[in-house]
């Protein structure tokens, strides 16, 4: 089936530094999200991203966090400056106009120390 | 806003059994309602998603679900459980005029040889 590509796959990082999570969406997909899950727990959605723009974020997507994708290059998450509980793994998922059906990537685990 | 819950955070089955997984959600007008499979240390994968029409929906791997208004439920059923099926389940919603898709707080299946 149709693939998500994330990258890094892990990443541990010092608090206070700087962090890019990549993502390869679904070929031709228009719509893009990020969710945050600690401890295998509850999906928490952080932003989904449609034409160049944010649509709607969560109260967790803090004044630290951005998202851009660029000349339909990855779809990218930064984190700046990285705090110790941002420590999570970060799905990127897309969909196309089925907005209702969201593909997923495998997730990139974040270690902040 | 559209809220989803799910009762049980862990359920278990032992192979060859049937078993229901609870969602129930809340909110005022239509609704998407969708489920979602997560395998240990994977990303989400689809199974089935309903907005309206027949209320009984096939999903993959001979999952369905059940969509009852009266009751405000989504509830997931499987006739005869494999050891493969261990996984955690997340129920999700979407209404119609955002595209945020929000997730229940996810039920971990163990299938039991």
């Known amino acids: 089936g149709p693939k998500v590509l994330q990258i890094p796959s892990h990443q541990i990082i010092d608090m206070g530094q700087m962090v890019t999570l990549n993502c390869d969406p679904v070929s031709n997909h228009l719509y893009f999200y990020w969710y945050k899950q600690i401890l295998g727990q509850q999906m928490e959605f952080l932003v989904n991203f449609y034409n160049g723009k944010v649509m709607e974020k969560s109260k967790l997507f803090k004044d630290q966090f951005s998202v851009e994708r660029p000349d339909g290059s990855y779809f990218t998450l930064k984190i700046q400056p990285t705090a110790l509980e941002d420590s999570a793994v970060y799905f990127c998922?897309?969909?196309?106009?089925?907005?209702?059906?969201?593909?997923f990537g495998e997730g990139s685990r974040l270690i902040v120390v | 806003t559209q809220t989803v819950s799910q009762s049980d955070a862990h359920v278990t089955v032992f192979e060859g059994d049937s078993v229901e997984l609870r969602c129930n959600y809340s909110y005022g007008g239509s609704i998407y309602l969708s489920w979602y499979i997560q395998h240990h240390g994977r990303g989400l994968q689809f199974l089935l998603k309903?907005?309206?029409?027949?209320?009984v929906v096939q999903g993959v791997n001979g999952f369905k679900a059940e969509f009852s208004k009266s009751d405000s439920s989504f509830h997931l059923r499987k006739a005869s459980v494999h050891w493969s099926d261990s996984a955690v389940y997340f129920c999700?919603?979407?209404?119609?005029?955002?595209?945020?898709?929000?997730f229940g707080t996810g039920t971990r299946l163990q299938v039991l040889p």
């Open positions: 999700a919603v979407r209404s119609p005029n955002t595209n945020k898709v929000v």
């Open positions: 998922a897309s969909s196309d106009r089925d907005r209702n059906t969201l593909y």
């Open positions: 309903y907005y309206s029409g027949n209320p």
